[in-house]
Protein backbone atom coordinates (compact mmCIF):
# COMPACT_ATOMS: atom_id res chain seq x y z
CA UNK A 1 0.00 0.00 0.00
CA UNK A 2 2.65 2.67 0.64
CA UNK A 3 4.05 2.17 -2.94
CA UNK A 4 0.62 4.24 -3.70
CA UNK A 5 2.60 7.32 -2.26
CA UNK A 6 5.43 6.30 -5.05
CA UNK A 7 6.21 8.98 -8.07
CA UNK A 8 6.88 8.38 -11.45
CA UNK A 9 10.08 9.51 -10.72
CA UNK A 10 10.92 6.59 -8.24
CA UNK A 11 11.05 8.61 -4.97
CA UNK A 12 8.31 8.42 -1.97
CA UNK A 13 5.92 11.31 -1.55
CA UNK A 14 4.26 12.66 1.60
CA UNK A 15 2.22 15.66 2.80
CA UNK A 16 4.67 15.74 6.23
CA UNK A 17 7.92 16.03 6.16
CA UNK A 18 9.93 13.35 7.66
CA UNK A 19 7.80 11.41 10.54
CA UNK A 20 6.14 14.25 11.53
CA UNK A 21 2.38 13.93 11.68
CA UNK A 22 1.58 17.89 10.47
CA UNK A 23 1.94 19.16 7.56
CA UNK A 24 -0.03 19.27 4.20
CA UNK A 25 1.79 19.72 1.11
CA UNK A 26 3.10 16.72 -0.85
CA UNK A 27 6.32 16.23 -2.33
CA UNK A 28 9.05 13.99 -2.65
CA UNK A 29 10.72 13.11 0.65
CA UNK A 30 14.40 12.04 1.30
CA UNK A 31 13.19 10.24 4.70
CA UNK A 32 10.61 8.23 3.42
CA UNK A 33 11.67 6.65 0.41
CA UNK A 34 15.13 5.70 2.53
CA UNK A 35 12.68 3.68 4.77
CA UNK A 36 10.64 2.39 1.99
CA UNK A 37 14.12 1.02 0.57
CA UNK A 38 15.03 -0.78 3.44
CA UNK A 39 11.21 -2.06 4.17
CA UNK A 40 11.24 -3.30 0.71
CA UNK A 41 14.67 -5.35 1.30
CA UNK A 42 13.27 -6.38 4.46
CA UNK A 43 10.25 -7.86 2.93
CA UNK A 44 12.26 -9.47 0.36
CA UNK A 45 14.18 -11.21 2.95
CA UNK A 46 11.64 -12.12 4.96
CA UNK A 47 9.53 -13.78 1.74
CA UNK A 48 12.97 -15.98 0.90
CA UNK A 49 13.59 -17.10 4.87
CA UNK A 50 9.81 -17.99 4.94
CA UNK A 51 10.15 -19.95 1.73
CA UNK A 52 7.42 -17.96 0.28
CA UNK A 53 8.46 -17.70 -3.29
CA UNK A 54 5.87 -18.46 -5.31
CA UNK A 55 6.15 -14.83 -6.79
CA UNK A 56 8.34 -12.83 -8.07
CA UNK A 57 10.34 -10.68 -5.53
CA UNK A 58 13.20 -9.41 -7.87
CA UNK A 59 10.74 -6.33 -9.41
CA UNK A 60 11.17 -5.21 -6.03
CA UNK A 61 14.80 -5.12 -5.69
CA UNK A 62 14.89 -3.51 -9.31
CA UNK A 63 12.80 -0.52 -7.56
CA UNK A 64 15.06 -0.22 -4.87
CA UNK A 65 17.98 -0.06 -7.22
CA UNK A 66 16.10 2.42 -8.87
CA UNK A 67 14.78 4.45 -5.64
CA UNK A 68 18.54 4.87 -4.02
CA UNK A 69 19.95 5.98 -7.30
CA UNK A 70 17.07 9.03 -7.40
CA UNK A 71 17.45 9.55 -3.54
CA UNK A 72 21.64 10.18 -3.95
CA UNK A 73 20.55 12.38 -7.79
CA UNK A 74 17.96 14.23 -7.49
CA UNK A 75 16.77 15.07 -3.82
CA UNK A 76 21.06 15.40 -3.31
CA UNK A 77 21.80 19.50 -3.53
CA UNK A 78 25.36 20.04 -4.71
CA UNK A 79 25.34 23.26 -3.26
CA UNK A 80 23.67 22.61 0.25
CA UNK A 81 25.35 19.47 0.54
CA UNK A 82 22.35 17.79 1.84
CA UNK A 83 19.28 15.61 1.04
CA UNK A 84 16.41 18.45 0.46
CA UNK A 85 12.97 17.40 0.32
CA UNK A 86 10.62 18.78 -2.35
CA UNK A 87 7.53 20.84 -1.71
CA UNK A 88 5.87 19.68 -5.03
CA UNK A 89 7.40 18.43 -8.10
CA UNK A 90 9.15 21.46 -9.05
CA UNK A 91 9.79 23.32 -5.88
CA UNK A 92 13.09 22.51 -3.17
CA UNK A 93 12.24 22.51 0.29
CA UNK A 94 15.42 24.31 1.54
CA UNK A 95 15.25 23.21 4.96
CA UNK A 96 17.71 20.93 6.79
CA UNK A 97 16.05 18.09 8.19
CA UNK A 98 17.30 15.44 10.36
CA UNK A 99 15.48 12.82 8.57
CA UNK A 100 17.47 13.14 5.62
CA UNK A 101 20.84 11.59 7.71
CA UNK A 102 18.70 8.17 7.74
CA UNK A 103 20.42 7.61 4.36
CA UNK A 104 23.96 7.71 6.14
CA UNK A 105 22.54 5.17 8.49
CA UNK A 106 21.13 3.02 6.12
CA UNK A 107 24.70 3.27 3.83
CA UNK A 108 22.58 4.19 0.90
CA UNK A 109 24.44 6.86 -0.20
CA UNK A 110 28.39 6.86 -1.66
CA UNK A 111 30.80 7.45 0.54
CA UNK A 112 31.92 11.41 -0.35
CA UNK A 113 28.35 12.50 -0.12
CA UNK A 114 27.76 10.44 2.73
CA UNK A 115 30.57 12.38 4.63
CA UNK A 116 29.62 15.58 3.15
CA UNK A 117 25.80 14.89 4.73
CA UNK A 118 26.94 14.91 8.03
CA UNK A 119 29.91 17.68 7.13
CA UNK A 120 26.87 19.58 6.33
CA UNK A 121 24.48 18.28 9.63
CA UNK A 122 27.27 19.83 11.93
CA UNK A 123 27.45 22.81 10.58
CA UNK A 124 22.90 23.44 9.91
CA UNK A 125 21.77 21.17 12.53
CA UNK A 126 24.11 20.78 15.48
CA UNK A 127 23.51 22.48 18.78
CA UNK A 128 27.07 22.44 20.21
CA UNK A 129 25.61 22.24 23.56
CA UNK A 130 22.21 20.32 23.28
CA UNK A 131 22.63 18.12 20.38
CA UNK A 132 21.02 17.76 16.90
CA UNK A 133 18.05 20.42 15.80
CA UNK A 134 15.27 18.27 13.96
CA UNK A 135 15.10 20.92 11.36
CA UNK A 136 16.66 24.23 10.30
CA UNK A 137 15.96 26.91 9.73
CA UNK A 138 13.47 27.39 12.74
CA UNK A 139 11.17 29.79 10.81
CA UNK A 140 7.75 26.92 10.54
CA UNK A 141 6.04 30.01 12.67
CA UNK A 142 6.43 32.05 9.82
CA UNK A 143 4.94 29.57 6.96
CA UNK A 144 2.33 28.16 8.65
CA UNK A 145 0.71 28.93 4.84
CA UNK A 146 3.46 27.47 2.97
CA UNK A 147 2.79 24.14 5.04
CA UNK A 148 -0.27 24.30 5.48
CA UNK A 149 0.22 24.06 9.38
CA UNK A 150 -3.07 24.36 11.81
CA UNK A 151 -2.12 27.17 13.52
CA UNK A 152 1.07 27.23 15.59
CA UNK A 153 1.04 23.43 15.61
CA UNK A 154 5.02 23.28 14.42
CA UNK A 155 5.83 25.10 17.52
CA UNK A 156 8.01 28.10 18.67
CA UNK A 157 11.43 28.83 16.92
CA UNK A 158 13.18 26.16 18.29
CA UNK A 159 10.61 24.01 20.17
CA UNK A 160 9.17 21.41 19.27
CA UNK A 161 9.36 20.27 15.74
CA UNK A 162 10.13 23.97 14.81
CA UNK A 163 14.05 23.09 15.65
CA UNK A 164 14.12 21.45 18.78
CA UNK A 165 16.41 18.78 19.39
CA UNK A 166 14.88 15.24 19.37
CA UNK A 167 16.45 11.82 20.47
CA UNK A 168 16.76 10.59 17.18
CA UNK A 169 18.21 13.08 15.39
CA UNK A 170 21.57 12.50 17.38
CA UNK A 171 21.39 8.96 17.48
CA UNK A 172 21.08 9.40 13.33
CA UNK A 173 24.10 11.58 13.41
CA UNK A 174 26.01 9.31 15.38
CA UNK A 175 25.18 5.88 13.83
CA UNK A 176 25.88 7.97 10.19
CA UNK A 177 29.44 8.75 11.38
CA UNK A 178 29.82 5.18 12.55
CA UNK A 179 28.76 3.85 9.30
CA UNK A 180 32.15 5.56 7.91
CA UNK A 181 34.57 4.26 10.17
CA UNK A 182 34.24 6.97 12.81
CA UNK A 183 33.53 5.03 15.72
CA UNK A 184 35.56 7.71 18.66
CA UNK A 185 33.29 11.00 17.06
CA UNK A 186 30.24 8.59 17.21
CA UNK A 187 30.96 7.60 20.84
CA UNK A 188 31.89 11.48 21.48
CA UNK A 189 28.39 12.30 20.36
CA UNK A 190 26.77 10.28 22.05
CA UNK A 191 28.83 10.77 25.67
CA UNK A 192 27.62 14.13 25.51
CA UNK A 193 24.19 15.02 24.12
CA UNK A 194 22.58 11.41 25.07
CA UNK A 195 24.09 10.46 28.20
CA UNK A 196 22.36 11.06 31.69
CA UNK A 197 25.88 12.51 32.83
CA UNK A 198 26.13 14.70 29.27
CA UNK A 199 22.07 16.11 29.81
CA UNK A 200 23.11 17.11 33.10
CA UNK A 201 26.05 18.71 32.40
CA UNK A 202 23.94 21.05 29.44
CA UNK A 203 22.18 24.06 29.79
CA UNK A 204 19.13 23.56 32.02
CA UNK A 205 20.52 19.75 31.96
CA UNK A 206 17.99 17.31 33.85
CA UNK A 207 19.33 14.08 33.67
CA UNK A 208 16.78 11.57 32.06
CA UNK A 209 15.79 11.03 28.60
CA UNK A 210 13.56 13.20 26.40
CA UNK A 211 10.90 13.93 24.09
CA UNK A 212 12.45 17.03 22.57
CA UNK A 213 14.27 19.80 24.55
CA UNK A 214 14.49 23.60 23.76
CA UNK A 215 16.89 24.72 21.66
CA UNK A 216 16.42 28.51 21.79
CA UNK A 217 19.93 29.49 23.07
CA UNK A 218 18.25 33.22 23.66
CA UNK A 219 15.80 31.71 25.80
CA UNK A 220 15.76 30.95 29.78
CA UNK A 221 14.64 28.11 29.03
CA UNK A 222 17.25 26.68 26.54
CA UNK A 223 18.12 22.58 26.99
CA UNK A 224 15.22 22.54 28.86
CA UNK A 225 13.39 18.59 28.45
CA UNK A 226 9.89 17.74 27.38
CA UNK A 227 8.71 14.61 29.01
CA UNK A 228 11.27 13.29 31.24
CA UNK A 229 11.90 9.53 31.47
CA UNK A 230 10.68 9.07 27.71
CA UNK A 231 11.42 5.38 27.08
CA UNK A 232 11.26 5.36 23.57
CA UNK A 233 14.55 8.23 23.86
CA UNK A 234 15.29 4.95 26.10
CA UNK A 235 15.38 2.26 23.08
CA UNK A 236 17.11 4.49 21.13
CA UNK A 237 20.40 4.54 23.23
CA UNK A 238 20.61 0.80 23.65
CA UNK A 239 19.91 0.74 20.23
CA UNK A 240 22.99 3.26 19.75
CA UNK A 241 24.98 1.07 22.75
CA UNK A 242 25.18 -1.76 20.40
CA UNK A 243 26.23 -0.56 17.88
CA UNK A 244 28.98 1.51 19.26
CA UNK A 245 29.59 -2.03 20.84
CA UNK A 246 30.38 -3.38 17.15
CA UNK A 247 26.72 -5.22 16.68
CA UNK A 248 25.75 -4.81 12.46
CA UNK A 249 22.88 -5.23 10.79
CA UNK A 250 21.89 -4.99 7.33
CA UNK A 251 18.54 -6.18 5.79
CA UNK A 252 19.83 -9.74 5.06
CA UNK A 253 22.37 -10.67 8.37
CA UNK A 254 23.79 -9.38 11.22
CA UNK A 255 27.49 -9.37 12.00
CA UNK A 256 30.38 -8.20 14.63
CA UNK A 257 32.70 -5.06 13.64
CA UNK A 258 36.05 -4.91 14.69
CA UNK A 259 36.35 -0.84 14.87
CA UNK A 260 35.24 0.07 18.03
CA UNK A 261 36.12 3.51 19.83
CA UNK A 262 39.61 3.54 21.11
CA UNK A 263 38.93 3.34 24.51
CA UNK A 264 36.39 0.34 24.72
CA UNK A 265 38.77 -3.02 24.56
CA UNK A 266 37.22 -5.53 27.10
CA UNK A 267 33.30 -5.59 25.80
CA UNK A 268 31.06 -7.84 26.64
CA UNK A 269 27.04 -8.29 25.83
CA UNK A 270 24.23 -10.25 25.17
CA UNK A 271 22.32 -10.36 21.85
CA UNK A 272 19.45 -12.58 20.39
CA UNK A 273 20.52 -14.77 16.97
CA UNK A 274 17.44 -16.54 15.74
CA UNK A 275 15.78 -15.95 19.27
CA UNK A 276 18.35 -17.51 20.82
CA UNK A 277 20.87 -15.48 23.31
CA UNK A 278 24.26 -15.32 22.39
CA UNK A 279 27.21 -13.83 24.03
CA UNK A 280 30.05 -12.11 22.64
CA UNK A 281 32.97 -11.01 24.11
CA UNK A 282 35.85 -8.63 22.43
CA UNK A 283 39.82 -8.14 23.85
CA UNK A 284 42.50 -6.70 22.26
CA UNK A 285 43.08 -3.56 19.91
CA UNK A 286 42.91 -2.47 16.23
CA UNK A 287 40.51 -1.96 13.02
CA UNK A 288 40.77 -5.69 12.18
CA UNK A 289 39.78 -9.02 14.01
CA UNK A 290 42.67 -11.40 14.41
CA UNK A 291 40.73 -14.17 15.56
CA UNK A 292 36.92 -15.45 15.84
CA UNK A 293 35.81 -18.19 17.62
CA UNK A 294 32.28 -19.28 17.61
CA UNK A 295 31.02 -21.63 20.50
CA UNK A 296 34.83 -22.63 20.71
CA UNK A 297 35.77 -23.51 16.90
CA UNK A 298 37.43 -20.88 14.78
CA UNK A 299 35.60 -18.55 12.40
CA UNK A 300 36.56 -17.26 9.64
CA UNK A 301 33.64 -15.03 9.10
CA UNK A 302 32.38 -11.67 10.87
CA UNK A 303 28.94 -11.82 9.17
CA UNK A 304 27.14 -14.30 11.87
CA UNK A 305 25.46 -17.33 10.00
CA UNK A 306 23.80 -19.46 12.07
CA UNK A 307 22.57 -19.29 15.89
CA UNK A 308 25.51 -19.99 18.63
CA UNK A 309 25.98 -19.77 22.65
CA UNK A 310 29.25 -17.77 22.48
CA UNK A 311 31.33 -15.34 20.14
CA UNK A 312 34.93 -14.34 21.29
CA UNK A 313 36.56 -11.62 19.30
CA UNK A 314 40.28 -10.75 19.61
CA UNK A 315 41.65 -8.08 17.70
CA UNK A 316 44.62 -6.97 16.41
CA UNK A 317 46.50 -7.68 12.89
CA UNK A 318 44.00 -10.92 11.30
CA UNK A 319 45.83 -14.25 11.38
CA UNK A 320 43.50 -15.63 8.42
CA UNK A 321 40.92 -13.83 5.53
CA UNK A 322 37.46 -13.39 7.05
CA UNK A 323 34.53 -12.16 5.68
CA UNK A 324 33.23 -8.96 6.77
CA UNK A 325 30.68 -7.66 4.82
CA UNK A 326 27.43 -9.17 3.25
CA UNK A 327 24.37 -7.94 1.23
CA UNK A 328 23.02 -11.49 1.00
CA UNK A 329 22.22 -14.74 3.23
CA UNK A 330 25.51 -16.43 3.95
CA UNK A 331 24.90 -20.36 4.42
CA UNK A 332 28.18 -20.69 5.75
CA UNK A 333 32.06 -19.27 5.50
CA UNK A 334 35.00 -21.88 5.72
CA UNK A 335 38.96 -21.03 5.42
CA UNK A 336 41.32 -23.89 4.33
CA UNK A 337 44.80 -23.31 5.30
CA UNK A 338 46.15 -25.95 3.18
CA UNK A 339 44.43 -24.67 0.13
CA UNK A 340 44.81 -20.64 0.95
CA UNK A 341 41.07 -21.06 -0.42
CA UNK A 342 38.28 -18.70 1.50
CA UNK A 343 34.78 -20.25 0.68
CA UNK A 344 31.86 -18.58 0.81
CA UNK A 345 28.26 -19.91 0.66
CA UNK A 346 25.82 -17.39 -0.52
CA UNK A 347 21.99 -18.00 -1.55
CA UNK A 348 19.36 -15.49 -2.47
CA UNK A 349 17.11 -14.81 -5.85
CA UNK A 350 18.10 -15.06 -9.76
CA UNK A 351 19.92 -11.70 -10.13
CA UNK A 352 19.78 -10.60 -6.53
CA UNK A 353 23.40 -7.99 -6.64
CA UNK A 354 25.98 -9.00 -4.14
CA UNK A 355 28.39 -7.63 -2.23
CA UNK A 356 30.88 -9.28 -0.19
CA UNK A 357 34.18 -7.61 1.57
CA UNK A 358 36.65 -9.98 3.09
CA UNK A 359 39.91 -8.69 5.34
CA UNK A 360 42.94 -10.80 4.46
CA UNK A 361 46.34 -10.73 5.62
CA UNK A 362 47.35 -13.46 2.35
CA UNK A 363 47.30 -11.47 -0.87
CA UNK A 364 44.38 -12.78 -3.07
CA UNK A 365 45.40 -14.14 -6.18
CA UNK A 366 41.69 -14.93 -7.49
CA UNK A 367 38.15 -15.28 -7.42
CA UNK A 368 36.15 -18.42 -8.40
CA UNK A 369 32.23 -18.74 -8.88
CA UNK A 370 31.03 -22.32 -8.86
CA UNK A 371 34.20 -23.33 -9.54
CA UNK A 372 34.39 -21.39 -12.81
CA UNK A 373 37.11 -19.07 -12.30
CA UNK A 374 35.76 -15.12 -13.01
CA UNK A 375 38.05 -11.48 -12.88
CA UNK A 376 34.98 -9.77 -12.90
CA UNK A 377 33.48 -8.08 -9.98
CA UNK A 378 36.52 -8.49 -8.07
CA UNK A 379 38.92 -5.92 -6.45
CA UNK A 380 41.61 -5.88 -4.49
CA UNK A 381 43.67 -3.05 -2.15
CA UNK A 382 45.82 -2.91 1.06
CA UNK A 383 45.28 -0.97 3.63
CA UNK A 384 47.37 -1.39 7.16
CA UNK A 385 49.69 -4.52 5.77
CA UNK A 386 46.06 -5.52 5.25
CA UNK A 387 44.18 -6.91 2.27
CA UNK A 388 40.19 -5.54 1.57
CA UNK A 389 38.37 -7.73 -0.98
CA UNK A 390 35.50 -6.50 -2.63
CA UNK A 391 33.42 -8.95 -5.16
CA UNK A 392 30.41 -7.16 -6.70
CA UNK A 393 28.17 -9.56 -8.61
CA UNK A 394 25.03 -10.77 -9.28
CA UNK A 395 23.12 -14.19 -8.28
CA UNK A 396 23.13 -16.90 -11.11
CA UNK A 397 21.85 -19.01 -9.05
CA UNK A 398 19.86 -19.69 -6.01
CA UNK A 399 22.53 -20.83 -4.08
CA UNK A 400 26.17 -19.57 -5.37
CA UNK A 401 30.15 -20.70 -3.64
CA UNK A 402 32.43 -17.69 -3.82
CA UNK A 403 35.82 -19.23 -3.69
CA UNK A 404 39.15 -16.71 -3.10
CA UNK A 405 41.93 -18.05 -3.60
CA UNK A 406 45.45 -16.73 -1.76
Not at 92 to 113: M, N, P, Q, T
Not at 148 to 170: H, T
Not at 256 to 281: F, T
Request: charged fraction near 20%; aromatic fraction near 12%; glycine fraction near 8%.
Amino acid sequence: MILLNKGDDNLMYASRPDWWDIGHVYGARAYITALTIRALRMYVYLNLKLGLTDHDLNPYLALVRKMQTQLGERLWDAEAGFLLNMLDSTKVDRHYYAGSLIAAVFDLLEEEKQRTLLETAERKLLDSQIGTRIVMPADFHRLINVYKFKGMEAGEPYVYINGGVWPQGIVWYALGWLSLGRPDKARAIIEKYYTLQGIQNSPNGQPSFFEYRNANAESPHYGEIDKPTFLWAAGWYLHTLYHLAGLRENEWNIAVASHLPSAWQQVNYDILIGGKPVRVSYSGTGKYFKRIEIDGKSSSSAVIDSGSDQIILERGHPETPYLVKANCQIKGVQFSKSNRILRIEARGMLGQPVNLQVISPLKPQGLFVNNRTTHNHFQTHQNDNVWIVIIESSLQELEEIFEIAF
